[in-house]
């Protein structure tokens, strides 16, 4: 599973890939065209040019000085001491002498390929031609070695021009990320301290309200609007952190490892508020022994908080909660599981996308979007499983490191002699 931001720019990435094995391939093929084409000229001009000289030779040619690479045949001349082997065709000398019609064939043999004309002369001899190939061959192979090389070359350079048609083509791309992630930073801290001033002038407004005994509307709306400007606090702080994870995941300066066990139980203890408004019921199940994580702290109890934040926000009252800590194959599962009233399997994975409205109307906001982007940022996995009515569970997985080092114990200052 991937963060939004995570996947915004393995899309950029994605994109700069595929201009590049296009623009590849594009060149590829038309250098094999190229290819395809200047051997198809080359075969057809070299056997054209090669019969029309076996013809002349097999018409006209000097029995005892044939052309070069050409050897006649003909009963009672002995045949050149260079001659190949196994000829003639009598076969094509006996069908000529039959028919007195001109016999043509190509012949493979001794690694090479041989085109053999039989024809009878105006002076009534029966003469055989045979025309060895083997130079045309090699000048064949030789231009099948150019073209591989200039495949070769071709594919280099189409591996750089690529790249660089990828970067330029997906430049603005990125750039408009890049603008839209600062924006939501620079949105968010110019609104972070109004909306916070806002929010405290609302609860000294609520509890004022409560105090001088106004009217039960006056304070229902005033605790409204404080509601409603916490929300939106709590909003800006998730754009904050997803532009911070999106400019730097890694961010390695504030990374330690971070006992899992304490801060489940922590998150929970803050919670207990909420969980006895709604009547719920909250178990912590884990090892006595901590499970460390190597992560942000922060971000991390961000994320935990939402997931129990999402399961008080869909168990009904004197529904339950288990929270449960394991550890398997090298990674620590924080798994969070209510009774409350689910999801339809088919949605587990659209949960995570920002601002998600499921089937039976409940929103799921940017939280677990956020928390994805948390989990992913960790080198983690989160899923959802769930059924309508069945409620819900979330695993989180990330990955186990070892505790960080013990401190050392304070060495004892000797006194001074007299």
């Known amino acids: 599973m991937r963060s939004s931001a995570y996947a915004e720019w393995a899309g950029v990435r994605r994109a700069r890939r595929r201009i590049a094995v296009i623009t590849g391939a594009i060149i590829t093929l038309l250098l094999a065209v190229v290819g395809c084409l200047a051997d198809t000229v080359m075969t057809h001009a070299q056997s054209g040019q090669v019969w029309r000289e076996l013809r002349f030779g097999a018409a006209h040619g000097d029995l005892s000085s044939p052309p070069v690479c050409t050897w006649l045949y003909t009963p009672g001349v002995t045949p050149l001491a260079n001659a190949p082997k196994r000829f003639p065709v009598r076969a094509d000398m006996d069908r000529v ?79 408009a990320l890049t603008r839209q992630r600062r924006f939501v930073t620079d949105a968010s801290h110019e609104l972070r301290t109004p909306i916070t001033q806002v929010y405290t002038r609302a609860q000294v407004l609520s509890r004022q309200a409560a105090a001088e005994d106004l009217p039960a509307a006056h304070r229902d709306g005033l605790a409204r609007l404080t509601g409603s400007v916490g929300r939106l606090g709590e909003v800006l702080d998730d754009l904050l952190l997803s532009a911070s994870l999106a400019a730097d995941p890694a961010r390695p300066s504030e990374r330690r490892p971070v006992d899992l066990v304490a801060l489940a139980r922590s998150v929970v203890a803050e919670e207990s508020d909420r969980t006895r408004d709604g009547r719920l019921t909250v178990t912590v199940a884990g090892p006595p022994r901590p499970l460390f994580v190597d992560g942000i702290e922060s971000a991390l109890r961000r994320a935990v908080g939402e997931l129990l934040s999402n399961a008080i926000g869909h168990t009904p009252p004197g529904g339950r909660i288990e929270v449960a800590l394991t550890r398997a194959g090298g990674r620590v599962e924080l798994t969070v599981k209510d009774t409350g009233s ?39 996995t989160v899923t959802a499983t769930g059924r309508p009515g069945h409620g819900a569970r979330f695993t989180i997985r990330l990955p186990e490191c070892a505790p960080p080092p013990a401190p050392s114990p304070a060495r004892p200052v000797r006194a001074g002699h007299a």
């Not at 594919?155 to 990828?166: E, H, I, K, Q, S």
């Not at 088919?346 to 949960?351: P, T, Y």
């Not at 995570?352 to 109307?361: I, L, N, S």
Request: hydrophobic fraction near 40%.
């Open 97 to 175: 002498r039959r028919t007195r019609e001109a016999v043509e064939r190509t012949v493979r043999r001794d690694g090479t390929v041989y085109l053999v004309r039989t024809q009878l002369r105006t002076d009534g001899r029966v003469v055989q031609a045979v025309f060895d190939m083997r130079f045309q061959l090699a000048d064949r192979t030789h231009l099948w070695y150019a073209l591989g090389v200039a495949e070769v070359v071709g594919l280099l350079a189409a591996a750089v021009t690529g790249t660089v048609l990828g970067r330029l083509s997906v430049a603005p791309l990125a750039e």
């Open 342 to 380: 689910g999801f339809d399997p088919a949605e587990a994975e659209r949960l995570f996308e920002r601002f998600h409205r499921g089937a039976g109307g409940g929103r799921y906001g940017l939280g677990l979007s956020l928390l994805r982007e948390v989990v992913t940022g960790h080198g983690g």
